[in-house]
C-alpha cells in the first residue's frame, strides 16, 4: 500500500477534498492523509460538496504536519514515511522540503475554494483534483510492474530523429522486421540495426522471432508514461512518418503506387 500526503495551508478544503476522493476511490492502492502549514479547520462546504458527490466526510479532520505525524507515529509505533507528497498551494510548497522525508514530490497550484463566496470554485477544484488523481494514479499505483527506465534514458532515444521515427513506425504498425524499416527510412542495414540495437538496450523495444524472420515491437513491459509520451507525440505529430508509412504500404503491395486524386 503506497502512502501520499497532501499539502495546503488551512487543511480546509483542497487536501481534504484530495484525501476523500483517493480513500474512497483508489483504496485498492492508496492511503491518503491531508494537513495544513496553519490548519483552520474544514470548511463546511467541503462536506457537503464530498455527500454531493458520494463520498463520505466523516474520517476527515483539519491538523498541522506535526499532529499528523505525533498521531500517526503512535498508530504504528515507528516514525511516518510517506511514498508522496503532493502539495496544493505555493505556500505549502515551500514549507515541505523541511518534512524529513525522501518522498516523490508533486505539485498542483490549485485555488483555494474556501477564500471565495459559493460553490462555483469547490465544484471546479473538484473536478480538476478527479482528474489530475485519475492521471496520478494510472501512472503510479504499482511502480514495481513496469520497467524503471530514468526519463533521462527514454528522451535520450526521442532526441535522435531516426530513432523518433522507428518508435513511431512501430508505434503504428505494431511490429516491423529490419528490411521493413531499412525500406520505410531508407537507410541501409547497418544503420537500422544499430539505432535498433541501442533501442533494445534501454528496453524500448523487444523481439520476437518468426521463422528466420525477427520482428521488433514495442516493449510490452513499458512504464505508461513512456508508452503514453510515445503515443501523445504521434498524434500531435501525425505528418512526421507520412512518406516512411507509404513506403512501408507499398512494399507490402506494389500496386498501391497510384496517388490519390481529388474528385471535387
Not at 518534512?99 to 473538484?126: K, R, S, T, Y
Not at 507525440?233 to 507520412?242: D, G, K, L
Amino acid at each position: 500500500m503506497l502512502s501520499v500526503l497532501f499539502l495546503c495551508t488551512a487543511n480546509a478544503a483542497r487536501s481534504q477534498l484530495a484525501e476523500a476522493i483517493v480513500n474512497q476511490r483508489y483504496a485498492k492502492h492508496f492511503i491518503a492523509y491531508s494537513a495544513g502549514t496553519h490548519p483552520k479547520g474544514i470548511d463546511p462546504r467541503t462536506l457537503t460538496l464530498l455527500t454531493q458527490q458520494g463520498l463520505s466526510g466523516k474520517a476527515l479532520s483539519s491538523k498541522t504536519i506535526q499532529q499528523l505525524e505525533n498521531q500517526l507515529q503512535r498508530q504504528k509505533g515507528q516514525p511516518v514515511l510517506f511514498n508522496f507528497i503532493i502539495t496544493l498551494c505555493d505556500s505549502a510548497k515551500q514549507e515541505c522540503a523541511l518534512l524529513p522525508n525522501d518522498a516523490a514530490i508533486l505539485h498542483w497550484n490549485l485555488p483555494d475554494p474556501a477564500a471565495e463566496n459559493g460553490d462555483a470554485l469547490f465544484e471546479q477544484v473538484f473536478v480538476e483534483l478527479e482528474l489530475r488523481l485519475a492521471e496520478f494514479v494510472r501512472f503510479n499505483h504499482n511502480p514495481a510492474a513496469a520497467l524503471q527506465i530514468a526519463p533521462i534514458d527514454v528522451f535520450k532515444q526521442f532526441s535522435d530523429n531516426t530513432r523518433l521515427q522507428i518508435l513511431m513506425l512501430i508505434e503504428d504498425e505494431q511490429r516491423l522486421s529490419v528490411n521493413q524499416l531499412c525500406v520505410a527510412l531508407e537507410e541501409s542495414q547497418p544503420k537500422v540495426s544499430r539505432h535498433l540495437a541501442l533501442l533494445r538496450d534501454c528496453k524500448l523495444l523487444s523481439t520476437t522471432r518468426k521463422g528466420q524472420q525477427v520482428f521488433y515491437h514495442l516493449n510490452p513491459l513499458l512504464p505508461k508514461w513512456v508508452a503514453q509520451t510515445l503515443s501523445t507525440t504521434r498524434v500531435a505529430n501525425p505528418s512526421y512518418i507520412n512518406q516512411p508509412i507509404t513506403r512501408i504500404r507499398e512494399l507490402a503491395n506494389p500496386n498501391l503506387t497510384t496517388p490519390f486524386v481529388n474528385q471535387d
